[in-house]
């Protein structure tokens, strides 16, 4: 049975952010776009719902951003292949397509970006949008805890799932994935120009990678770490992907590892300014 979802840009309010309407349309868009936690809660519901207790363990995603959608749209993921290799497409109702992704369970707990059967392409063309932060640039360190009020808009009319309300297979409620891409939004980056923050505000994202390790709890202290893992300009966007990993301050296991791409629009500069 097909199942429908009317989408919903819970972030219509959160000005100069690209979710809000006039910060869109200044963009080029015709609204502001449905956030991308939105898109994640849909593909790893369905995921979860085909593998089971198994993905908080040793489950994989690369989950790519294709197409913005608007409050008002009709979508649905469809998954195909088998439990090591599923193939994700979340689509409107005309057939247009909002992202594609890969996910499945590996035991060896192979993170997306250390696989050699997943499509890959250069962030760019050899230009560096952001020449304060080689790559590599660690960011600060940070205790975090990821609560209730971290995922509710995510997963409400979404995924109705008891494991992050009431009761999950590891006993209490656990953290779900899009819990994680919420929080890692919380990253620091290093101080940088003021017109390339502006721009970086009203970015979007572009790809989100994940591999659990552990189920994670809410309200526990983990230690997020992060770093600039790659960057570049294609046409008129420029992109960051940040390598974060959380894990327990006191043993040091790790519970999630994962990379969070964004690319925006380059800010108009004179072009004898522009990064090179």
């Given amino acids: 049975m097909v199942t429908w979802v009317r989408l919903v840009n819970w972030a219509a309010d959160r000005v100069g952010g690209i979710h809000h309407d006039e910060t869109a349309r ?3 868009f015709p609204a502001g776009l449905v956030p991308g936690d939105v898109h994640i809660s849909l593909f790893t519901a369905a995921v979860v719902d085909r593998v ?4 908080y363990e040793q489950g994989w995603l690369r989950q790519t951003f294709v197409a913005p959608a608007y409050t008002g749209d009709e979508a649905q993921v469809v998954v195909e292949g088998d439990d090591a290799h599923l193939r994700l497409t979340l689509a409107r109702r005309d057939g247009a397509v909002i992202c594609v992704g890969h996910a499945g369970i590996d035991p060896s707990r192979r993170p997306p ?11 760019g063309d050899g230009a560096d949008p952001l020449p304060h932060e080689p790559v590599g640039t660690p960011y600060p360190d940070a205790v975090d805890a990821i609560t209730r009020g971290d995922v509710d808009r995510s997963i409400d009319g979404i995924d109705p ?5 009431t009761a999950s297979p590891w006993a209490e409620p656990v ?3 899009v819990g994680v891409f919420n929080a890692a939004h919380r990253t620091r980056a290093t101080p940088m120009p003021r017109v390339i923050a ?4 009203a970015g979007v994202n572009a790809r989100f990678e994940a591999v659990h390790l552990a189920p994670m709890r809410f309200d526990t202290s983990y230690l997020r770490r992060a770093r600039l893992v790659a960057k570049g300009i294609r046409g008129r966007y420029a992109s960051r992907t940040v390598e974060l990993s959380y894990e327990d301050p ?5 519970a999630f590892r994962g990379r969070w791409r964004i690319k925006w629009v380059l800010p108009e500069v004179p072009d004898g300014d522009r990064p090179a």
């Fill in 198 to 201: 502006h721009a970086m505000r």
């Fill in 52 to 55: 089971g207790p198994a993905w």
């Fill in 250 to 254: 006191a043993t040091g296991a790790v």
């Fill in 175 to 177: 953290v779900p994935t």
């Fill in 26 to 28: 200044a963009k080029g």
């Fill in 113 to 123: 970006w250390e696989r050699d059967d997943l499509p890959t392409r250069p962030d």
């Fill in 161 to 165: 799932s008891p494991w992050y309300r």
